[in-house]
C-alpha cells in the first residue's frame, strides 16, 4: 500500500511563496504520474501540476503558470512544488497524487483516475 505525506503548507501574504513537498512511500519510477491537486472549500477539484516517470514532461494548470514549478528528488522519494506569487485564489487544500499506470489516452488532472492521495496540506494566502 502507497502512502504519500504532503507538508510544507501555511498561511503566507499574497506574494509570498510556499514549497510543498511530497514523500512516498514508494519509489517514484512505479508512478507514471504525479501529481498536485488542489480543493477550496465549495469548489471542485482541480489539478495543479503534474509530472511523469522520470519528470521528463510537466504539466501545468493555466491558473499557476509560471509561478508553480514542480522539481523531485528521487532518492528521497519526494516531489517539491515551488510556489511563488502567491495569490489568495490559491488558497486551499493541497493533495498529493500518483498514478501507478496510466490508461490509454487519460489525461493528467483526471483525479478519478489517481490510485494513491496524501491527507492535503492547507495553504492559506492573505490579501
Known amino acids: 500500500q502507497v502512502q504519500l505525506v504532503e507538508s510544507g503548507g501555511g498561511s503566507v501574504q499574497a506574494g509570498g511563496s510556499l514549497r510543498l513537498s511530497c514523500t512516498s512511500s514508494?519509489?517514484?519510477?512505479?508512478?507514471?504520474?504525479i501529481s498536485w491537486f488542489r480543493q477550496a472549500p465549495g469548489k471542485e477539484r482541480e489539478g495543479v501540476a503534474s509530472?511523469?516517470?522520470?519528470?521528463?514532461?510537466?504539466f501545468y494548470a493555466d491558473s499557476v503558470k509560471g509561478r508553480f514549478t514542480l522539481s523531485r528528488d528521487s532518492a528521497k522519494r519526494t516531489i517539491y512544488l515551488h510556489m511563488n506569487s502567491l495569490k489568495p485564489e490559491d488558497t486551499a487544500m493541497y493533495y498529493c497524487?500518483?498514478?501507478?499506470?496510466?490508461?490509454?489516452?487519460?489525461?493528467?488532472?483526471?483525479?478519478?483516475?489517481?490510485?494513491?492521495w496524501g491527507e492535503g496540506t492547507q495553504v492559506t494566502v492573505s490579501s
Open positions: 509530472t511523469d516517470t522520470f519528470g521528463e514532461a510537466t
Open positions: 514508494d519509489t517514484l519510477y512505479n508512478f507514471d504520474y
Open positions: 497524487a500518483t498514478l501507478r499506470r496510466a490508461p490509454r489516452g487519460g489525461t493528467w488532472f483526471d483525479w478519478s483516475a489517481y490510485d494513491y
